[in-house]
């Protein structure tokens, strides 16, 4: 059974910094593409990030570029998303997001604004 397990939200002050991981376990995921959306109450998902199996194409919401970066290690079976310069805005559950095609690159992932995999997600409040 295919689980992603996102841990590293909490509550920081706008232009503080978290760093959220998400592990995948019951398969590996080193040539597909993962990558991190978030949600408000009520409302849809939204992409935010992803990054290809090789960690060479990456892909962002223009609301997170130069502020968000993801990355992952696949020794680990893992995805990292270092979020600096915090706004209020960027309050939401970061859910992990991974791929069950190894067809699907980041910018498909963004563009289509939906995946295969999800992980339960992580609170992440930024006050202002």
């Known amino acids: 059974q295919v689980q992603l397990v996102e841990s590293g939200g909490g509550l920081v002050q706008a232009g503080g910094s978290l760093r959220l991981s998400c592990a995948a376990s019951g398969r590996t995921f080193n040539s597909n593409t993962m990558g991190w959306f978030r949600q408000l109450p009520g409302k849809e998902r939204a992409f935010v990030a992803a990054i290809d199996g090789s960690g060479g194409d990456t892909a962002y919401a223009d609301s997170v570029k130069g502020r968000f970066t993801i990355s992952r290690d696949n020794a680990k079976n893992t995805v990292s998303l270092q979020m600096n310069g915090l706004k209020p805005e960027d309050t939401a559950v970061y859910l992990c997001?991974?791929?069950?095609?190894?067809?699907?690159?980041?910018?498909?992932?963004?563009?289509?604004?939906?995946?295969?995999?999800w992980g339960q997600g992580t609170q992440v409040t930024v006050s202002s």
């Open positions: 997001a991974a791929e069950g095609s190894p067809l699907t690159n980041p910018q498909d992932m963004r563009v289509r604004m939906t995946s295969y995999y």
